[in-house]
């Protein structure tokens, strides 16, 4: 699946630097030594020599070795392109949240070997937070009431862009507000900075002007944002959706129709924890996020449906914690994979599972995993599920 080209419009811009640096993938073909060129004005290797002399070329040529990849296998592309020049090297990608900016996993986690990382919630001024308690177990899960505790986009370009910078793995900042303005003048400090590969919108975000009702609830509200941070960055953007939404479907297409690169579904859905002598709420916060395999037949909805909605990429992101998640979602219409809450517990099972999906490819006889996407959709459009088909007779 490949994102669309499309007109924005309004007046031409200029050209900016590209940011986007092309990966090198885990899984790579070997078998033949790389060929070193000369220095100039140095003479000719042996070997080119040889190949230059006039001697005939062997009657029979010699066996050549089985092209093979890094791990003896069969070669499978993994890359992933997501529009707008963002090509990740394979489809797992670091969701928002779990490794923060990055540096904070840097000595733990082989960062070359994602597909991509997406950044905690940057806003344009700092926040501190919700007060603890910030998390609390479910069934099935993690109930998350962090906040949107970060420095502000100017500490962050700060601090960590020139690390972004160096990295091969293409970094996506996630990015959050309660008004389009907002939102606007950090897409502006972000353009044309090294290391930022794009912008994701979570669109979860209260919307000061509509009544404090998140945007992604309401297609025309999500249309209006995506529009105006649209014209203000050549970037590439993903829309980060809810399932909250009646109808995600239409808020999808709004986002396409409004210049969205991708969409990543799903964010965390709102729930509540009682404290353990149920005099209240587990949570500061009272209401914190669904994370963790509970959010999974959710996601994995939301992306079935909305694969069947918009011709752009779709970021399946909701209990991914084993390849058969990774797999579930591909099947459903995701073009790439988030991994979240689970790599608090173990945070190279990204790369793991980027390794994983490449055994799995060769499982199945398929050298491109475009090939396991979308493999569940159905021949004709599915009605959606705001129909209540589970009580249909």
Known sequence: MK?????????????????IRRVRPAIRPVGSKPVVPSSPGAPPSSAASASSSSSPAPSSPAPSSPVVDAIGGRPVSL????????????????ASGPFGYGVEVAELVDLARLGGLVTRGTTLKPRAGNAGPRTAEVAAG????????????????ERYAPAWARWRVPV??????????DLVDIVRRLEGVPGVAGVELNLSCTNARGGGVAFGLD?????????????????????????AAADVRAVARACEEAGAD?????????????AADRTGPALGSVYGGICGPALKPVALRVVFEVAQAVDVPVIGIGGV??????????????????????????PMLPVRLADELADACRARGVGDVADLVGTAQPKRLSPPSTRGAEYAR
């Open 3 to 19: 994102a669309k080209r499309r007109v924005v419009p309004g007046a031409p811009k200029p050209q900016r630097t590209p940011t």
């Open 79 to 94: 890359e992933v392109d997501l529009g707008r020049g963002l090509v990740l090297a394979n489809p797992v990608i670091a």
């Open 142 to 157: 993690l109930l998350v009431g962090v906040g949107l505790q970060n420095p502000g986009i100017d500490a962050v370009l």
């Open 172 to 181: 996506i900042v996630n990015l959050c507000g309660e008004s389009s303005g």
């Open 219 to 243: 297609a025309e509200a999500s249309r209006s944002l995506v529009s105006a941070v649209r014209r203000a960055t050549d970037l590439p953007l993903i829309a980060k959706v809810t399932a």
């Open 262 to 274: 991708a969409i990543s579904a799903i964010n965390t859905l709102p729930g509540l924890a009682l």
């Open 321 to 346: 914690a084993t390849i058969d998640d990774v797999l579930d979602l591909l099947a459903v219409g995701a073009a790439a994979v988030g991994v979240g809450v689970a790599a608090f517990a173990d």
